[in-house]
């Protein structure tokens, strides 16, 4: 339901024109094969698949509090949607929890069967008096839904860690009840780019002569790769896209500890590649300096990335006018692509 909330309370315009899938599915972050056919389907069928979305994320939602058929009906929706999620994005063990979460929307007489154990009275009390503070966040989640304009839409509950001050009395009991992940709101793709880019890393000795480094699953024009690897979730590779979209991971995960709003995790990766830090190296599919001395620069390219219609051809871009170069001595600590230059990158 939140995802659909996002969606379709107050929409963008690729969402009221039909237009979401016309890019979406190159856009995404981690794109299949399949990603490919789906974006070359008649336009008909992703108009189709727009208003089935609709149904399944904003009207489905409330069937899983109706009798068994509702339930049934619910469950296989949702089972449904995670299903073709996956199959043409690579969003890691993502929609396999989304399906076990669905199966237990389903009660034990929806199977077929009845479980009565003796003295279960007072067992069910206590669960479901520790579900209260469960209960208590969905409400207050759902009410953050409807914020006009929230800090992120990926996680509208940032809104107690961003509104407040971080040693504040007010935001203690909802941080502390944060960390145990009992209530995980989530919400993407309010609306999509129109293409995907490619930030591309290169070392060099000289500044003349560049050895480009190789990630392992992130799309590029210089490996053309496409591929499936889910419930795999490369962090890495995954990482870079958003810094393709220039966003701060701080912005959508305000407790992980890695994720620092002063200084992007970027910065430190990029500072890691020019001492030939071996652990970090080792999550790329090439690091051409790992068996020599350490690149004295590393480079930042920006490519636009589309779906190629050629066969035997994944990608097919271009090049954009952007470029910055790191040595030692060069201060890391704000994004490595301006928003603006991020912008022109997936929109123009």
């Known amino acids: 339901f939140s995802m659909g909330v996002i969606k379709f309370y107050q929409p963008e315009i690729t969402w009221t ?4 899938f016309d890019t979406f599915f190159q856009a995404q972050p981690m794109p299949t094969p399949l990603a490919k056919v789906f974006h070359f389907v008649p336009y008909l069928f992703k108009v189709f698949a727009t208003i089935l979305l609709f149904i ?27 299903l073709l999620i996956q199959v043409n994005g690579n969003y890691g063990y993502f929609n396999i929890l989304s399906i076990i979460v669905a199966i237990t929307i389903l009660k034990n007489s929806d199977f077929g069967y009845s479980y009565s154990p003796q003295n279960v009275t007072a067992n ?8 209260i503070p469960q209960v208590i966040l969905q409400i207050a989640y759902c009410i953050l839904l409807f914020h006009p304009k929230p800090y992120s839409y990926q ?3 940032n809104f107690f860690h961003t509104y407040f001050k971080s040693n504040s009395i007010v935001l203690y009991p909802f941080k502390l009840i944060s960390y145990w992940r009992i209530c995980n709101p989530y919400g993407v793709f309010k609306s999509i780019p129109n293409y995907h880019s490619e930030i591309r ?3 060099s000795y000289n500044g003349t002569e560049w050895k480009v480094y190789e990630f392992k699953y992130l799309p590029s024009i210089k490996t053309d790769y496409l591929g499936f690897y889910s419930p795999y979730y490369p962090r890495l590779d995954h ?3 958003y810094e393709t979209l220039s ?5 959508y ?3 992980n500890p890695y994720y620092k709003s002063e200084v992007p995790w970027s910065c430190t990766f990029i500072k890691q590649l020019i001492n030939n830090h071996s652990k970090s190296s080792s999550l790329l599919k090439l690091n051409p300096f790992s068996q020599r001395l350490s690149p004295i620069f590393i480079k930042i390219e920006l490519f636009r990335l589309k779906f190629s219609n050629k066969k035997g051809e994944n990608w097919e871009g271009e090049k954009l006018p952007f470029e910055k170069i790191y040595t030692k001595d060069s201060i890391l600590n704000d994004v490595i692509v301006p928003y603006n230059i991020a912008m022109q990158a997936v929109i123009n």
């Open 155 to 157: 996680n509208h509950f």
């Open 239 to 241: 990482l870079m896209f």
């Open 124 to 131: 069910i009390f206590a669960l479901k008096f520790l579900l």
């Open 201 to 203: 890393l290169s070392g």
């Open 17 to 20: 024109s039909f237009a979401f």
């Open 247 to 251: 966003e701060r991971n701080a912005k």
């Open 56 to 82: 399944g994320e904003i009207i489905i939602p409330f069937f899983v509090f109706g009798s068994k058929l509702f339930r049934w009906i619910s469950v296989i929706t949702f089972i449904f949607i995670s």
């Open 253 to 255: 995960n305000t407790l």
